[in-house]
């Protein structure tokens, strides 16, 4: 069956079925390092959990966000566009992915039980997410037509792990109910029934929570940190960002939609730097390393 590389996927989602129940986190993290990490690199630069996430329990959006996610793969295996595991990308961006989640915990305790995917989808967007749970997914384009190489990739992928990591999209739900429901009756949610499914259906697809910027620069400065743990250099949100400006003359890709404008990133990026270069310096480096897709004309498949 061949992979549709220019498929009209909907998009579900903002912004490894190998993976599956592998314990991926080493002793280092289980016998308590992560409370070490938590004060070197960028975790002073970052507050403490919303108060407006925790009036949405996480377990209902984990499980929400796992079936919009499993409806997306549906959507895209029947135009043949979701990847298969043997697909290059894919390898890939699982590879990154490995070496990045160990260190995810150690932001939020609850990413050690997720049960991580990470998906390639035949779509030219420019975009790539994380969802609650850990539900990660590229898009070729992306990947294709920034030419990213995999410390760029690894700085996306930090990027979008950090939002489900620091549950933005919760918090954003949980500020909905406030706004919507009222404060007489946000006890109510923490039981759920008919009050929390609303609260549920506010939030709709958890690709249309946009962001604050607020967001998306915390979510940058944890991905540069994961990416540095994972050994992938942090110096490439400079470049990334810098492909993202040139990609944007047009109409802004998806993925830039509510973020920071790329100046304004850029230089914040290179402020954090010697916070999270020393990381990288200390952390084992990727054993392989690999090439982007290659560019291809129209109606040419990508390999």
Sequence with gaps: MPFETNASVRAL????????GRRLFGAALLSGNAVGWAQDGVRSDVGNES???????????EAAAARQYQQMLRQAAQQHALAPPTQPQVLRLRY????????????????ARWKWEVNLIGSQQLNAFCMPGGKIAFYLGILQQLQLNDDEVATIMGHETAHALREHARERMGKTAATRVGAGLLSALLGLGQ???????MGGQLVTLKFSRDDESEADIVGMELAARAGYDPR????????MIDASK????????THPSGPTRIRDIEAKLPKVMPLYAKAARPEQRFAPPPLTTRGERAK
């Design 236 to 243: 490439a949100g400079v470049s990334l960002w810098r492909k």
């Design 250 to 257: 047009g109409a802004p890709p998806q993925f830039m939609s």
């Design 13 to 20: 989602l903002r912004c490894r079925c190998a993976l599956h």
């Design 195 to 201: 009050t929390g499914d609303a609260l549920l259906n």
């Design 96 to 111: 990154i992915a490995d070496r990045i989640i160990p260190f995810t915990a150690a932001w939020n305790a609850r990413a």
């Design 51 to 61: 108060k407006f996430a925790r009036l949405v329990p996480a377990e209902q959006v």
